[in-house]
């Protein structure tokens, strides 16, 4: 069964066959075997932008919340689950009135009663009033004796908001006891910060306490790019019956990159996108610079890469904020930013044009001569393997794989291909070729038995 995905793939229906029969695999509860996972991976290099749910009409499929397998683990790469969600909620169907992407504004902290009325007051002056007011309540500091939020006490004080700006409020729950207090208090959204992420013990302790609760809930990446870590916590969610979930990348912890106060990874928001069709992530470019300046040059790669919102830390006077003084931006310079934005137009929202089509068209075919020509090599990998078998050679030679490697990147290279790219399309290769000649030896093996 595990060679049943050959190479001879070319059209449209033969696409939806493959994909079909790797979800059914997943279904069944089969380790995935790596030549579907290159498949999978040249289609999804080939249409970053499609739609790739594996949506299975099974019922049985339908009821399970989630589905694993576990890939082999290829080369270069650290794809470790698949896993199939019954579509969520979007933001859209949250009820915040959305017609562009989320705008999420307000301070880093609530400080005081004054500092939110003056925060509202200047945003309705602005003419610049998000779709979600953000405040954090209970701060998660590095350092003991800091701000560490002014707790609940803050939570009266959003009626504020709902009196000026009439729009719903978010704030961050690290345990189950700020769940409980949020709840009292009718926070509308909640968002669990990037040190809660990172350990799986205190977001369980969080989703038991919304077991059975109607709100969305946003989860921060964690700290370090653990895409596995960011997919646990939203899977905890959703097992308890979160449905409204969204994801917030704010960048990750690098020691060596001083540039960013937490370095975007945007293949991390990207890979989630794909492995749940229909996660919308929000972009925080504020914990991502940690400095006003360069905050909307984050926020426009963010919109390039087609990512659903922004959380922009917004507060009347930045520099005496209490918490994230220097990366504060005032309604004013919010809305200078929010307007100089080149929104991109979602394509899943939109009919593609013909010139798209017809270059969609040109991809799709070109992607049949790739699958033809990969068809061949493997041909001639096969007869390179019947005569490694009938001379008794091993199957992997070190100086072969190494000039293998060199020329065909250094080719890759001239052709403007990334040395990243071309190294881990070899491995792949290589890989596959490897295992198959294998392969053929121990079936060679088997009949001389
Ligand atoms: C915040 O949003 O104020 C915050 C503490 O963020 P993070 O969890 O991303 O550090
Ligand atoms: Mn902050």
């Given at each position: 069964?595990?060679?049943?995905?050959?190479?001879?793939?070319?059209?449209?229906?033969?696409?939806?066959?493959?994909?079909?029969?790797?979800?059914?695999?997943?279904?069944?509860?089969?380790?995935?075997?790596?030549?579907?996972?290159?498949?999978?991976?040249?289609?999804?290099?080939?249409?970053?932008?499609?739609?790739?749910?594996?949506?299975?009409?099974?019922?049985?499929?339908?009821?399970?919340?989630?589905?694993?397998?576990?890939?082999?683990?290829?080369?270069?790469?650290?794809?470790?689950?698949?896993?199939?969600?019954?579509?969520?909620?979007?933001?859209?169907?949250?009820?915040?009135?959305?017609?562009?992407?989320?705008?999420?504004?307000?301070?880093?902290?609530?400080?005081?009663?004054?500092?939110?009325?003056?925060?509202?007051?200047?945003?309705?002056?602005?003419?610049?009033?998000?779709?979600?007011?953000?405040?954090?309540?209970?701060?998660?500091?590095?350092?003991?004796?800091?701000?560490?939020?002014?707790?609940?006490?803050?939570?009266?004080?959003?009626?504020?908001?709902?009196?000026?700006?009439?729009?719903?409020?978010?704030?961050?729950?690290?345990?189950?006891?700020?769940?409980?207090?949020?709840?009292?208090?009718?926070?509308?959204?909640?968002?669990?910060?990037?040190?809660?992420?990172?350990?799986?013990?205190?977001?369980?302790?969080?989703?038991?306490?919304?077991?059975?609760?109607?709100?969305?809930?946003?989860?921060?990446?964690?700290?370090?790019?653990?895409?596995?870590?960011?997919?646990?916590?939203?899977?905890?969610?959703?097992?308890?019956?979160?449905?409204?979930?969204?994801?917030?990348?704010?960048?990750?912890?690098?020691?060596?990159?001083?540039?960013?106060?937490?370095?975007?990874?945007?293949?991390?928001?990207?890979?989630?996108?794909?492995?749940?069709?229909?996660?919308?992530?929000?972009?925080?470019?504020?914990?991502?610079?940690?400095?006003?300046?360069?905050?909307?040059?984050?926020?426009?790669?963010?919109?390039?890469?087609?990512?659903?919102?922004?959380?922009?830390?917004?507060?009347?006077?930045?520099?005496?904020?209490?918490?994230?003084?220097?990366?504060?931006?005032?309604?004013?310079?919010?809305?200078?930013?929010?307007?100089?934005?080149?929104?991109?137009?979602?394509?899943?929202?939109?009919?593609?044009?013909?010139?798209?089509?017809?270059?969609?068209?040109?991809?799709?075919?070109?992607?049949?001569?790739?699958?033809?020509?990969?068809?061949?090599?493997?041909?001639?990998?096969?007869?390179?393997?019947?005569?490694?078998?009938?001379?008794?050679?091993?199957?992997?030679?070190?100086?072969?794989?190494?000039?293998?490697?060199?020329?065909?990147?250094?080719?890759?290279?001239?052709k403007h291909l990334s040395e990243k790219f071309m190294k881990e399309l070899?491995?792949?290769?290589?890989?596959?070729?490897?295992?198959?000649?294998?392969?053929?030896l121990r079936e060679g093996e088997a009949l001389k038995k």
């Amino acid at each position: 069964m595990n060679h049943w995905l050959g190479w001879q793939i070319g059209n449209k229906a033969s696409e939806n066959l493959i994909l079909f029969l790797i979800c059914l695999r997943l279904h069944l509860g089969h380790v995935i075997h790596s030549t579907d996972l290159f498949y999978l991976l040249l289609l999804l290099l080939s249409k970053p932008k499609s739609n790739r749910s594996c949506v299975l009409s099974s019922q049985k499929l339908k009821e399970n919340k989630t589905q694993k397998a576990r890939f082999e683990r290829v080369g270069l790469f650290s794809f470790q689950t698949l896993r199939i969600m019954k579509p969520h909620k979007q933001i859209k169907d949250w009820g915040l009135g959305l017609t562009t992407p989320l705008i999420i504004a307000g301070p880093c902290s609530a400080e005081t009663p004054e500092q939110i009325e003056q925060i509202c007051k200047e945003m309705k002056e602005e003419n610049m009033v998000p779709q979600l007011f953000r405040a954090g309540i209970w701060k998660p500091r590095t350092r003991p004796g800091s701000f560490e939020g002014v707790g609940e006490e803050g939570l009266k004080w959003m009626e504020i908001v709902r009196h000026h700006l009439n729009i719903p409020i978010t704030t961050e729950v690290g345990n189950a006891s700020h769940v409980e207090i949020a709840l009292k208090h009718k926070v509308d959204v909640l968002w669990i910060g990037a040190r809660t992420t990172v350990n799986p013990f205190a977001v369980q302790e969080i989703a038991e306490a919304l077991r059975g609760v109607d709100i969305p809930v946003m989860v921060k990446n964690p700290m370090n790019p653990d895409l596995e870590l960011w997919m646990g916590a939203l899977e905890r969610m959703y097992a308890v019956g979160i449905e409204k979930l969204a994801a917030i990348h704010r960048g990750f912890s690098d020691a060596y990159d001083k540039r960013f106060r937490n370095k975007p990874n945007w293949s991390m928001p990207i890979h989630l996108k794909r492995q749940w069709t229909g996660m919308e992530v929000i972009n925080d470019p504020s914990h991502i610079v940690g400095r006003r300046d360069g905050l909307l040059e984050v926020a426009q790669s963010a919109m390039n890469f087609g990512l659903d919102g922004l959380m922009i830390e917004t507060h009347h006077d930045p520099d005496k904020a209490w918490s994230d003084a220097k990366q504060q931006v005032t309604p004013a310079r919010l809305k200078e930013m929010i307007n100089s934005i080149d929104f991109k137009e979602s394509l899943e929202a939109m009919q593609p044009d013909e010139k798209l089509q017809d270059l969609r068209r040109a991809v799709d075919h070109l992607d049949d001569q790739l699958l033809d020509i990969l068809q061949e090599r493997f041909a001639v990998i096969d007869q390179i393997g019947a005569h490694k078998r009938e001379h008794h050679l091993s199957v992997f030679q070190s100086d072969r794989w190494k000039d293998v490697m060199e020329s065909r990147t250094q080719k890759g290279v001239a052709k403007h291909l990334s040395e990243k790219f071309m190294k881990e399309l070899l491995y792949c290769i290589h890989e596959e070729s490897v295992k198959r000649q294998e392969k053929q030896l121990r079936e060679g093996e088997a009949l001389k038995k």
